[in-house]
């Protein structure tokens, strides 16, 4: 499955044709735009709508032995939040050092419209350029 073109906000999230996953070259300036923008592309995909505007605000602490298995399990905290409790994200800010995340999400009820798997390690790598940080992800449909 190829996102269209249009739903890639920016230069910063492309979608990379893939036959049977959804798959993204993503870039960040740093570690942290990378994982935001990463939190972009998954909801690229499953088209979060807000039921409402009551907010809860929850915090998580992630800790991988790698940072591109960091970047794995935080996608997949976020579709189990998205999928399993219902619940979508208004608004975050995460601190990364090393292969450790913070973060502080504004959560709301919401839904999806399109069922996403899991993130996967398939090709996954996180690589640094003279322009930030960049890697490709793919996500099991």
Request: a negative charge; glycine letters at 4%; one cysteine or more.
């Amino acid at each position: 499955m190829k996102p269209k073109r249009n739903d890639c906000p920016g230069s910063r999230i492309k979608p990379v044709e893939h036959t049977a996953d959804a798959g993204f070259i993503i870039k960040g300036r740093d570690i942290e735009e990378l994982f935001l923008n990463s939190l972009k592309a998954l909801y690229i995909l499953i088209e979060p709508e807000h039921k409402n505007r009551d907010f809860i605000l929850k915090k998580i602490s992630l800790e991988a032995p790698s940072i591109e298995e960091l970047l794995v399990l935080w996608l997949n905290e976020l579709i189990f939040l998205a999928e399993k409790k219902k619940i979508v994200i208004d608004r975050t800010e995460i601190s990364i050092e090393g292969s450790r995340l913070e973060t502080e999400l504004k959560l709301s009820e919401g839904d999806i419209n399109a069922e996403v798997k899991a993130a996967t390690y398939h090709d996954l790598s996180i690589k640094k350029d003279r322009h930030g940080y960049y890697t490709r992800i793919f996500f099991d449909l």
